[in-house]
């Protein structure tokens, strides 16, 4: 349906490229809300995974360390961040990475550390 109305607004066959949908609903069809992308922009272009126990996008819990593990996926290559004793810093971390590489401006996802709770002994007197 997106391919359709991409083409039907700007006249151009998307062909190869894929339409993505700049605020991750699939079914927001506006044509502000479409643009062309490739494989890579697709899985910048996505929220949380569905197993995601963190609450925030590129931070998971080492069992073995027992600390949170700040990770980036960017090219078919994972970039380890660190770990973290609090879930915000690891947040924070991943945020960081995602501005620097610039992968929020294609729609990575940055976590919204005002909600995140941690509970860790030293959290960032907030």
Not at 17 to 45: A, C, T, Y
Not at 58 to 63: H, N, P, T
């Amino acid at each position: 349906m997106s391919r359709v109305i991409y083409f039907m607004a700007n006249s151009v066959d998307p062909g190869e490229f894929q339409v993505d949908h700049e605020d991750q609903n699939p079914m927001n069809n506006n044509i502000w809300n479409l643009r062309l992308g490739d494989d890579s922009l697709q899985k910048h272009n996505r929220g949380p995974r569905l197993d995601n126990t963190s609450g925030a996008v590129g931070v998971s819990w080492k069992k073995s360390a027992r600390k949170w593990i700040a990770a980036i996926r960017n090219n078919q290559k994972r970039t380890y961040l660190g770990l973290y004793i609090c879930k915000i810093e690891a947040s924070l971390a991943y945020n960081n990475k995602v501005i620097e590489l610039g992968l929020d401006k294609i729609g990575k996802p940055l976590n919204d550390l005002e909600t995140l709770e941690c509970n860790c002994a030293q959290c960032c007197s907030r």
